[in-house]
């Protein structure tokens, strides 16, 4: 079984930053990709970013490509999101994810795919 547990969240003010973590307490971390997701409030969860287990491919939402990070140290059993320009619109609870083994990319941006779930830490983004 692993936990995931993310913090950082916290109210910003728009353009500004944020840095999430997610801390994993598995002791093979460093097989399972991981994700972020979203959902705010009266919509339906929505993929941010992937980074895969070997931490050599990443992938991002559109409507976060330019603006985020998502990095990992397999070291410290912990994935980041560090959300830059932060826009309004970024208002979400965030959620990481942990999948066990080697998926595609594509495979990866869906929800329905990972093993391990997060309770989640608010970012909101005053305008």
């Known amino acids: 079984q692993v936990q995931l547990v993310e913090s950082g969240g916290e109210l910003v003010q728009a353009g500004g930053s944020l840095r999430l973590s997610c801390v994993s307490s598995?002791?093979?971390?460093?097989?399972?990709?991981m994700g972020w997701f979203r959902q705010a409030p009266g919509k339906e969860r929505e993929f941010v970013a992937t980074i895969t287990a070997s931490a050599d491919n990443t992938l991002y939402a559109d409507s976060v490509k330019g603006r985020f990070t998502i990095s990992r140290d397999n070291a410290k059993n912990t994935v980041y999101l560090q959300m830059d320009s932060l826009k309004p619109e970024d208002t979400a609870l965030y959620y990481c994810?942990?999948?066990?083994?080697?998926?595609?990319?594509?495979?990866?941006?869906?929800?329905?795919?990972?093993?391990?779930w997060g309770q989640g830490t608010q970012v909101t983004v005053s305008s």
């Open positions: 598995g002791r093979t971390f460093s097989s399972y990709a």
């Open positions: 994810a942990a999948k066990y083994g080697t998926l595609s990319l594509p495979r990866l941006a869906r929800g329905n795919v990972y093993d391990f």
